[in-house]
Every structure is written in structure tokens, then in C-alpha cells.
Nanobody, 124 residues
Framework: QVQLVESGGGLVQAGGSLRLSCAASERTLSRFVMGWLRQAPGKEREFVAV????????YYADSVKGRFTISRDNAKNTVYLQMNSLKPEDTAVYYCAAKGDGTNWRNPNNYVYWGQGAQVTVSS
């Protein structure tokens, strides 16, 4: 069982930045593909970014490309999401999640382990 704990959420003005962290209880975080997903009020959970085991392959949703950066430090069992140029439409609960294989990472249903979520609110 892998436990994931997000931190770093908060309230920020449009154009500002936040950095989310996701700490894992599992000492072998490197075994997992790690993703960030988000869910806005009244909307379905959606893919934001994913990073493969060693960090060499990364994908982003078109809506965040060029503004968000996902990274991982396997030695610290931590995954990060740096969010710049935030927009009001980025307001959501952000979740980090883990899966064992590198396929179908865009579908939230394919992630096995989830954190509790971190609220990000961007004011206009």
C-alpha cells in the first residue's frame, strides 16, 4: 500500500505561482509512474501531467503546457508540480496519483494510489 500526501495548495492571484509536493510513503517510488490530476467543482477529474519512472518522459495536458512543470526526486520519494501563470480556470482540487505501468496515463481511472488532494484557488 502506497500512501501519498499532497501539500502546497492555497489561494493565489491570477498570474501567480504555486508549487505542489506529493510525498510518498513508499521507499521505492521509482517503481511508479506518477501523475497529477485535478477536479474542478461540478466537473470530472482530469489529467494534468504525468512523469515516468526515472523522469525522462513527461506529458502535459494542453491546457497547462508551457505553464506547469512536473518533476520527481525518487531519492526523496517526492513528486512536484510547479504551476506558473495561474489562471482562474486552474482552480481545482489537485491530486497526485500513482500507477504501475506507463500506459493509459491520461485516464484517471487507471491510477491505483491517490493522495487526499490539495485545494488550489486562483482569484481573478
Amino acid at each position: 500500500q502506497v500512501q501519498l500526501v499532497e501539500s502546497g495548495g492555497g489561494l493565489v492571484q491570477a498570474g501567480g505561482s504555486l508549487r505542489l509536493s506529493c510525498a510518498a510513503s513508499e521507499r521505492t517510488l521509482s517503481r511508479f509512474v506518477m501523475g497529477w490530476l485535478r477536479q474542478a467543482p461540478g466537473k470530472e477529474r482530469e489529467f494534468v501531467a504525468v512523469i515516468m519512472w526515472s523522469g525522462g518522459i513527461i506529458y502535459y495536458a494542453d491546457s497547462v503546457k508551457g505553464r506547469f512543470t512536473i518533476s520527481r526526486d525518487n531519492a526523496k520519494n517526492t513528486v512536484y508540480l510547479q504551476m506558473n501563470s495561474l489562471k482562474p480556470e486552474d482552480t481545482a482540487v489537485y491530486y497526485c496519483a500513482a500507477k504501475g505501468d506507463g500506459t493509459n496515463w491520461r485516464n484517471p481511472n487507471n491510477y491505483v494510489y491517490w493522495g487526499q488532494g490539495a485545494q488550489v484557488t486562483v482569484s481573478s
